[in-house]
């Protein structure tokens, strides 16, 4: 009996296997491989830093290309430095006449919005200002008369005017066969008018490709 007893005692239990922990060696091992592959993903997407030149051909052109643009960019801004110089030499010989050198230079900007295109924003922006200056009962809301200059009867439009009513008519939605002047008697202002629309219509588009591509 006391035989069967210990045979019984040594008998190994079925499944072992399951109750022995996890191999700290190989799970270091493939802690180590694991790293090892990681680094070299990151070294591929690293790329050749010190290799030879391969395709010489795109480094030449990547060169040359980026050079001419530099030198195209450094005469570009000798120009500008240029128009800068000048521009300081009018704004002392009109100050030196008596000019308002502000007065001109917001008359500049409100001339640059013209050239966008903008003329529509800008006569509702003097219309709302305007508005909005007899509901604050501001002084100088009676004194717009004042802007006006007497016009001698039989005075027509000029080139630039009638350019401007051209930018204006898109604004508010005319068609392009609504110009006011006549295509036989009136050629310079037909043209100018048709010329002032079409700018409004290009701005109009430049911007609305702009906002899609934001």
Same mark, same amino acid.
């Given at each position: 009996?006391?035989?069967?007893?210990?045979?019984?005692?040594?008998?190994?239990?079925?499944?072992?296997?399951?109750?022995?922990?996890?191999?700290?060696?190989?799970?270091?091992?493939?802690?180590?491989?694991?790293?090892?592959?990681?680094?070299?993903?990151?070294?591929?997407?690293?790329?050749?830093?010190?290799?030879?030149?391969?395709? @010489?051909?795109?480094?030449?052109?990547? =060169?040359?290309?980026?050079?001419?643009?530099?030198?195209?960019?450094?005469?570009?801004? #000798?120009?500008?430095?240029?128009?800068?110089?000048?521009?300081?030499?009018?704004?002392?010989?009109? %100050?030196?006449?008596?000019?308002?050198?502000?007065?001109?230079?917001?008359?500049?900007?409100?001339?640059? @919005?013209?050239?966008?295109?903008?003329?529509? #924003?800008? =006569? +509702?922006?003097?219309?709302?200002?305007?508005?909005?200056?007899?509901?604050? $009962?501001?002084?100088?809301?009676?004194?717009?008369?004042?802007?006006?200059?007497?016009?001698?009867?039989?005075? %027509?439009?000029?080139?630039?005017?009638?350019?401007?009513?051209?930018?204006?008519?898109?604004?508010?939605?005319?068609?392009? +066969?609504?110009?006011?002047?006549?295509?036989?008697?009136? =050629?310079?202002?037909?043209?100018?008018?048709?010329?002032?629309? +079409?700018?409004?219509?290009?701005? $109009?588009?430049?911007?609305?490709?702009?906002?899609?591509?934001?």
């Amino acid at each position: 009996m006391a035989k069967g007893k210990r045979g019984k005692g040594k008998q190994e239990l079925a499944d072992a296997d399951e109750f022995i922990g996890a191999d700290p060696e190989k799970e270091a091992i493939e802690k180590i491989a694991a790293a090892r592959e990681a680094a070299a993903k990151e070294d591929e997407k690293k790329g050749d830093n010190g290799g030879p030149i391969l395709d @010489r051909d795109a480094w030449r052109r990547a =060169v040359n290309e980026s050079i001419a643009e530099d030198l195209e960019i450094e005469s570009l801004q #000798e120009q500008v430095a240029e128009c800068r110089g000048r521009l300081s030499s009018i704004r002392k010989v009109a %100050k030196s006449c008596g000019v308002d050198w502000d007065v001109v230079t917001q008359y500049r900007k409100i001339q640059k @919005r013209i050239r966008k295109g903008e003329m529509g #924003e800008l =006569v +509702t922006e003097h219309r709302r200002l305007g508005e909005l200056m007899g509901i604050m $009962n501001c002084p100088l809301y009676t004194q717009f008369d004042l802007f006006k200059l007497p016009v001698e009867e039989g005075d %027509k439009p000029s080139n630039l005017e009638a350019e401007l009513q051209g930018q204006h008519a898109y604004g508010q939605g005319a068609k392009l +066969t609504d110009n006011p002047f006549h295509h036989a008697d009136d =050629v310079e202002r037909h043209n100018e008018w048709r010329h002032g629309w +079409t700018q409004a219509q290009n701005a $109009n588009a430049r911007s609305m490709g702009s906002e899609a591509a934001h």
